[in-house]
């Protein structure tokens, strides 16, 4: 099986960027279609973006489409996530998961696997 660290979370002021990265070990990252969810207190754990087996077909929540970039890299086995222009809402702990299927799918029970995630704080 894989296993997922997230890392690059941190403190931003609202407007600002980040860029997050997934690093994989175990398994080849080429055999996993990725995504990224993020969780506030209290809250659901929610889908942010996907990206299929071979780096296609990108898939966005809508809150974050034309914001956030979903990429990967799988000589390096790792998977990343630019978001520009965030906002204090959006503060939230950010997962890496990994699914066996090749679509870059938006449930969280389509995965399989998931990374112990990275704090994003944005303040206003």
């Known amino acids: 099986q894989v296993q997922l660290v997230e890392s690059g979370g941190g403190l931003v002021q609202a407007g600002g960027s980040l860029r997050l990265s997934c690093a994989a070990s175990?398994?080849?990252?080429?055999?996993?279609?990725m995504g990224w969810f993020r969780q506030a207190p209290g809250n659901q754990r929610e889908f942010v973006a996907a990206?299929?087996?071979?780096?296609?077909?990108?898939n966005y929540a809508d809150s974050v489409k034309g914001r956030f970039t979903i990429s990967r890299n799988n000589a390096q086995n790792t998977v990343s996530l630019q978001m520009n222009s965030l906002q204090p809402e959006e503060s939230a702990v950010y997962y890496c998961?990994?699914?066996?299927?090749?679509?870059?799918?938006?449930?969280?029970?389509?995965?399989?696997?998931w990374g112990q995630g990275t704090q994003v704080t944005v303040s206003s």
């Open positions: 990206i299929t087996r071979s780096g296609g077909g990108p």
């Open positions: 175990g398994r080849t990252l080429s055999d996993y279609a």
């Open positions: 998961a990994a699914r066996t299927g090749y679509a870059a799918r938006a449930a969280n029970d389509a995965y399989d696997y």
